[in-house]
């Protein structure tokens, strides 16, 4: 199949020449979070916010709390307690992210200085049959 005598297209695809929306389950606004304590490099388990809807599964991004802007680490959730908010991840963390337990705004004219945890999982899957061993 050819579009536009431009794009190639086998019989293992989803072709959007106009517009195409996908919605999965909605996930409550826990979408982000801040550390609640301090996640050292080569720790495995770090805290967040508790009450979150957070499962094993769920890819999450630790993002920057140094001048270095490519400090992050990206991990899975092997489990989160959702009393506690402890989060153990599928590997250690590469890098240093600052937390603590309340915000440091009073300290820094209302700026939050906690790392920021956000979750990237987004649970729209496509899934195709299996034919002639191409998956889906």
Avoid: C
């Avoid at 996930?27 to 499962?55: C, H, Y």
């Avoid at 963390?93 to 920021?116: P, Q």
């Amino acid at each position: 199949m050819v579009y536009d005598n431009a794009i190639e297209a086998g019989n293992k695809l989803i072709a959007v020449v106009g517009r195409m929306q996908a919605y999965g389950k909605k996930r409550d606004d826990s979408i982000m979070s801040r550390l609640t304590q301090v996640a050292n490099k080569g720790d495995t388990g770090f805290f967040v916010e508790p009450g979150l809807d957070w499962v094993a599964g769920d890819r999450l991004g630790l993002l920057p709390t140094s001048y270095q802007w490519d400090t992050f680490d990206e991990v899975f959730i092997e489990s989160y307690d959702s009393e506690t908010g402890e989060v153990v991840a599928d590997r250690t963390l590469d890098y240093y992210h600052f937390g603590r337990e309340t915000s440091t705004g009073d300290l820094y004219s209302g700026l939050d200085m906690r790392g920021e945890v956000v979750l990237l999982t987004r649970n729209v899957k496509i899934i195709g049959e299996d034919i002639e061993s191409w998956g889906g």
